[in-house]
């Protein structure tokens, strides 16, 4: 009886006692450990960016579109307009584009009113397709036109410009472009442009792409437009110059006299 009047009440000795004190010495360790971030699976780090991607490219599409049908409905009153000024001498009286041999005329002969081939050529196949109908060239016109400002939007953005979408739409109802788009002739600037913009864009991605680039491998943006119009503009390789012409395209892509 007096061995157990000696004990305190209330406290525990032996094997019991030395395992709670392990278990809260281990509670307490692991409460210090920092926090370990959630690692998301492989597959559904996939799918989340697979869905990132086809989101951007919608998004994409959609202000691509609407810029090609904001062009279109500006330049509403093409659609169905008449031949003007030397459309006549280029087209209607212009026999290239009739003789069985008019093809190699336009790329070989000086008899041509001015040489153009890519023109002409065009105008020869438009010719075989809806023959003097004006509307269909009037509105190749217009196309043309209308993905000079989608590669316009894409080259903005491309160079990292801020409101690149709202400077293309500018670009695409500014007067100074009309006479390339509503005047047939005046093909070589609506068909020079697509070719320019879309080399720069080429070049421009072939650029972020190159990490490391010595100053003689450095490349020029291809002439594409040469064809078309009869000369070129060459892009090198300085952000100021590349801006420059993307900003300010050369006077004969816009038509500007």
Same mark, same amino acid.
């Given at each position: 009886?007096?061995?157990?009047r000696d004990?305190?009440?209330?406290?525990?000795?032996?094997?019991l006692?030395? *395992?709670? +004190?392990?278990?809260?010495?281990?509670?307490a360790?692991?409460?210090r450990q920092?926090?370990?971030? %959630?690692?998301?699976?492989?597959?559904?780090r996939a799918?989340?960016?697979?869905?990132?991607?086809?989101? %951007?490219?919608l998004?994409g599409?959609?202000?691509?579109?609407l810029?090609?049908?904001?062009?279109?409905?500006?330049y509403?009153p093409v659609?169905h307009?008449g031949?003007?000024?030397?459309?006549?001498i280029?087209i209607?009286q212009?026999?290239?584009?009739?003789?069985p041999?008019?093809?190699?005329?336009?790329? %070989?002969s000086?008899e041509?009113?001015?040489y153009y081939p890519?023109v002409?050529?065009?105008?020869?196949?438009e010719q +075989?397709?809806?023959g003097l109908s004006?509307? *269909?060239?009037?509105?190749i016109?217009?196309?043309?036109?209308?993905?000079?400002v989608?590669?316009v939007?894409?080259?903005?953005?491309?160079? *990292?410009?801020?409101?690149?979408?709202?400077a293309?739409?500018?670009? +695409?109802?500014?007067p100074v472009?009309?006479?390339?788009?509503?005047?047939?002739?005046?093909?070589k600037?609506a068909l020079?442009?697509?070719?320019y913009?879309l080399?720069?864009?080429?070049?421009l991605r072939f650029?972020?792409?190159?990490?490391?680039?010595?100053?003689?491998s450095?490349?020029q943006s291809?002439?594409s *437009?040469v064809?078309?119009?009869?000369?070129?503009?060459?892009?090198k390789n300085?952000?100021?110059?590349? %801006?420059?012409?993307?900003?300010?395209?050369?006077?004969?892509?816009?038509?500007?006299?």
């Amino acid at each position: 009886m007096k061995r157990h009047r000696d004990r305190q009440p209330g406290k525990r000795t032996g094997p019991l006692t030395q *395992g709670s +004190a392990r278990s809260e010495a281990a509670s307490a360790a692991d409460s210090r450990q920092p926090d370990q971030p %959630t690692t998301i699976p492989a597959p559904l780090r996939a799918s989340l960016a697979g869905s990132s991607r086809s989101a %951007t490219w919608l998004r994409g599409l959609l202000l691509g579109l609407l810029l090609v049908g904001g062009t279109i409905i500006a330049y509403h009153p093409v659609w169905h307009a008449g031949f003007v000024f030397d459309d006549d001498i280029h087209i209607r009286q212009n026999r290239m584009l009739f003789d069985p041999d008019g093809l190699k005329q336009i790329w %070989t002969s000086l008899e041509s009113p001015q040489y153009y081939p890519m023109v002409f050529t065009s105008f020869r196949l438009e010719q +075989a397709l809806w023959g003097l109908s004006p509307s *269909g060239y009037h509105w190749i016109n217009l196309l043309l036109h209308a993905a000079s400002v989608v590669l316009v939007w894409r080259v903005l953005r491309r160079l *990292g410009l801020p409101g690149a979408w709202l400077a293309a739409a500018i670009f +695409a109802v500014h007067p100074v472009n009309v006479e390339s788009v509503a005047w047939i002739s005046e093909r070589k600037n609506a068909l020079s442009m697509p070719f320019y913009l879309l080399s720069l864009l080429l070049y421009l991605r072939f650029d972020d792409q190159s990490e490391v680039q010595s100053p003689k491998s450095k490349v020029q943006s291809p002439k594409s *437009g040469v064809w078309s119009r009869g000369s070129g503009v060459r892009t090198k390789n300085h952000g100021s110059r590349i %801006t420059h012409h993307a900003l300010f395209p050369p006077h004969f892509s816009i038509g500007c006299p």
